[in-house]
């Protein structure tokens, strides 16, 4: 396993056991963990974003802290804060970022993911010229989730 999905875990088994809310110190968790802090700011920033479901304050100074809140809302509102937050462009790697977020908070289940995940991966679009893949890929993926709030 890589070090920030390591440290991505331990940050997500701190938020479980503090009932989706943390307070850290960078310093001691790489120093925990056996990594550099810079590895922790890129953990946080990647993977703990406001698109991810999550509100990260920080303060910095020699009493610094680290603050990440899971925001907590309704299976509805949180596919429309997903549809809200994709623009009008979409990479596949960002996609299965938010599959995986998505299955791991219970939004959609295993199946419905590896369904999204087909209708999303590079090989739906090769018929499509490179420049607008991202395009039709934001499209698709808004419209599969639009379709989830019907169900």
Do not use: W
């Not at 001691?28 to 963990?33: I, K």
């Not at 509102?77 to 990479?91: E, P």
């Not at 599959?99 to 499509?128: F, S």
Request: glycine share 10%; charged share 25%; with cysteine.
């Amino acid at each position: 396993m890589r070090m920030s999905d390591l440290v991505a875990e331990y940050i997500n088994d701190i938020l479980e056991a503090q009932d989706g809310a943390a307070e850290i110190r960078r310093n001691e968790l790489a120093m925990t963990l056996g990594c550099v802090p810079s590895q922790i700011n890129y953990v946080i920033a990647s993977r703990f974003t406001p698109e991810q479901g999550y509100i990260v304050e920080s303060r910095r100074g020699g009493g610094g802290y680290i603050r990440i809140t899971r925001i907590k809302t309704t299976r509805g509102g949180a596919i429309m804060h997903i549809v809200n937050s994709i623009g009008s462009t979409l990479d596949k790697a960002t996609a299965e970022v938010m599959l995986k977020n998505m299955l791991g908070r219970g939004v959609i289940d295993a199946r419905t993911a590896r369904l999204m995940a087909a209708a999303l991966g590079e090989r739906a679009y090769m018929d499509v010229p490179q420049q607008y893949r991202d395009t039709v890929r934001a499209t698709v993926f808004k419209n599969m989730l639009l379709t989830l709030l019907d169900g």
